[in-house]
């Protein structure tokens, strides 16, 4: 920390632990201002708001007292390096190197991070089925929308058939407030098996319910609360195994979405025809079987859970500026982001596009996202999230503004592609900037909370769009559908407005900095 006189010298940690060492040599940066290493003048010593731990000449420094890896870090080292010499002050040697035997190898794993390793990328891969079997199939949401209209509910409105899809997407993003608080204290396996096997239930008895409620019941409050407690906790997971590259992991969750948004249509196409929709249902509650298992074997938390007692809802965290525009950001954002993907494939019937091909339309700007998550992903571990989904969020708002001129098959197709990339790079990273908006043991919390809110935009969205479209009492499918882009775009782009407030705020100028 730097010698104030002659004689003294005060060495500090990151985690306001000082150690106050008599009769030391004079030391040289980077043990003062240089390293970054948060403290206040008092007199002759540097102390800080938890004050002075003093040890006499000859007397050995403690893990109990000094924080190794944080504070073998901050002096330019690592922490094994920490672990491998005594600490002591005899003969005139001032190490401040710990015995490895008075430090447990397991002092410094709660701040490593693997990045990397066959363990770690097996619990990105486990992620990933968990958002091929949730998102993936809640996703898919566009061919059944399109089958409900033309064949099992004809009589309902397309707005009344989309509140289904819209609790799906609502109700996957409410369990968090609660799953991602009690996650942080430990309790992960018992509600994530609870929860995969309510998805399995659920998926087993869409195709025995006759009436619209129960349709309404099964896929969309059952299927999205059990999809929300899966889903809730792995970005928190995933986030305990990676720093370094962690948007990379997080942009390989979203693949999963991505891939499940793509065959979970495809089957549909596929065996609808073949075997009625009772077996279609089955086929895809099997494939649901198989991924979550896979799911359940790979995934695990590393860092010890969070020492905390309170309230299981704390909504504490929306104190931090930033993370409440941030939230509102992504509430306004749904409300308009998953409109174009909800009623693509109807808009493409109704510009008289074959109904195999319109459900192809959902299938394929699924596909097309899975190019935008994972390009995103790499791009955000360098340049950071919000900067990359920014400019992508923004070109979501024009496709879906331009999206209601488009006429034929040839044009709608291309602007679908661009739509699924540049959506993809919004709900891929959309969770990703609040995880470094505060401290790593309350992740959970803070992505539970804005998942929690966007839960709002996820439900209103697809119904006011469709409400809006039942309003026009327009033949041509342009003008009828025009007004709907409008609102889409509009809100998609008002979401971007406050990203760019929230970076402001985050690095506190308007220039250059990675968010």
């Known amino acids: 920390m730097g010698l104030e006189?002659?004689?003294?010298?005060?060495?500090?940690?990151?985690?306001?632990?000082?150690?106050?060492?008599?009769?030391?040599?004079?030391?040289?940066?980077?043990?003062?201002?240089?390293?970054?290493?948060?403290?206040?003048?008092?007199?002759?010593?540097?102390?800080?708001?938890?004050?002075?731990i003093s040890i006499?000449?000859?007397?050995?420094?403690?893990?109990?007292?000094?924080?190794?890896?944080?504070?073998?870090?901050?002096?330019?080292?690592?922490?094994?390096?920490?672990?491998?010499?005594?600490?002591d002050t005899e003969k005139g040697e001032h190490s401040t190197k710990v015995d490895e035997k008075e430090a447990p190898d397991t002092l410094g794993e709660e701040y490593q991070y693997p990045d990397g390793g066959w363990r770690a990328w097996s619990v990105v891969f486990g992620g990933s089925c968990v958002t091929f079997s949730t998102f993936g199939f809640v996703n898919a949401w566009g061919a059944f929308q399109a089958y409900y209209e033309n064949v099992k509910f004809p009589d309902h409105s397309p707005s009344s058939i989309a509140w289904i899809g819209s609790i799906q997407y609502s109700l996957i993003f409410v369990p968090g407030i609660i799953v991602g608080r009690l996650f942080d204290r430990g309790y992960f396996r018992a509600p994530f098996v609870f929860a995969n096997l309510l998805l399995l239930l659920a998926t087993f008895l869409i195709p025995e319910?006759?009436?619209?409620?129960?349709?309404?019941?099964?896929?969309?409050?059952?299927?999205?609360?059990?999809?929300?407690?899966?889903?809730?906790?792995?970005?928190?997971?995933?986030?305990?195994?990676?720093?370094?590259?962690?948007?990379?992991?997080?942009?390989?969750?979203?693949?999963?979405?991505?891939?499940?948004?793509?065959?979970?249509?495809?089957?549909?196409?596929?065996?609808?025809?073949?075997?009625?929709?009772?077996?279609?249902?089955?086929?895809?509650?099997?494939?649901?079987?198989?991924?979550?298992?896979?799911?359940?074997l790979l995934l695990k938390p590393r860092l010890p859970p969070r020492k905390t007692r309170g309230r299981v809802i704390d909504i504490s965290q929306f104190k931090n500026v930033a993370f409440s525009i941030y939230t509102a950001a992504s509430v306004i954002g749904f409300l308009g982001i998953y409109t174009m993907l909800t009623y693509v494939a109807t808009y493409a019937t109704q510009r008289n596009v074959s109904q195999s091909m319109a459900y192809n339309l959902v299938a394929i700007a699924n596909a097309a996202s899975l190019i935008g998550r994972l390009t995103t992903g790499l791009l955000a571990d360098k340049y950071g999230p919000l900067n990359i989904m920014t400019p992508f969020t923004f070109s979501a708002a024009i496709f879906t503004y331009v999206w209601p001129l488009t006429?034929?098959?040839?044009?709608?197709?291309?602007?679908?592609?661009?739509?699924?990339?540049?959506?993809?790079?919004?709900?891929?990273?959309?969770?990703?900037?609040?995880?470094?908006?505060?401290?790593?043991?309350?992740?959970?919390?803070?992505?539970?909370?804005?998942?929690?809110?966007?839960?709002?935009?996820?439900?209103?969205?697809?119904?006011?769009?469709?409400?809006?479209?039942?309003?026009?009492?327009?033949?041509?499918?342009?003008?009828?559908?025009?007004?709907?882009?409008?609102?889409?775009?509009?809100?998609?782009l008002v979401a971007v407005g406050l990203m760019c407030l929230t970076r402001r705020m985050v690095i506190g100028r308007w220039g250059k900095g990675v968010i």
């Open 407 to 492: 006429r034929t098959m040839s044009s709608i197709l291309p602007l679908t592609v661009l739509y699924g990339i540049c959506s993809g790079a919004f709900v891929a990273l959309v969770g990703s900037p609040v995880v470094s908006m505060g401290s790593a043991d309350s992740v959970g919390e803070r992505t539970g909370l804005l998942f929690s809110m966007t839960a709002i935009g996820a439900l209103s969205g697809p119904p006011i769009s469709g409400a809006i479209r039942g309003l026009s009492n327009s033949t041509d499918a342009g003008r009828a559908w025009r007004p709907v882009g409008i609102y889409a775009g509009t809100m998609v």
């Open 209 to 296: 319910c006759k009436q619209f409620y129960q349709t309404l019941l099964c896929q969309g409050i059952l299927t999205g609360v059990a999809s929300g407690m899966m889903f809730s906790p792995i970005l928190a997971v995933v986030s305990h195994w990676f720093k370094a590259r962690r948007q990379l992991a997080f942009g390989l969750l979203a693949v999963g979405s991505s891939i499940g948004g793509t065959v979970f249509p495809l089957i549909v196409r596929a065996t609808l025809p073949a075997v009625g929709f009772k077996w279609t249902m089955r086929i895809l509650g099997f494939v649901i079987l198989a991924t979550t298992s896979i799911a359940q």
């Open 56 to 87: 006499q000449p000859g007397a050995s420094v403690t893990p109990d007292m000094v924080e190794l890896p944080k504070y073998s870090q901050a002096m330019g080292g690592t922490d094994t390096d920490a672990r491998k010499k005594p600490c």
């Open 5 to 52: 006189e002659e004689g003294s010298s005060t060495i500090s940690t990151p985690q306001r632990t000082l150690v106050h060492v008599e009769n030391e040599p004079d030391v040289t940066p980077p043990y003062g201002p240089e390293a970054n290493i948060p403290y206040k003048k008092s007199g002759n010593e540097m102390t800080d708001v938890e004050g002075v």
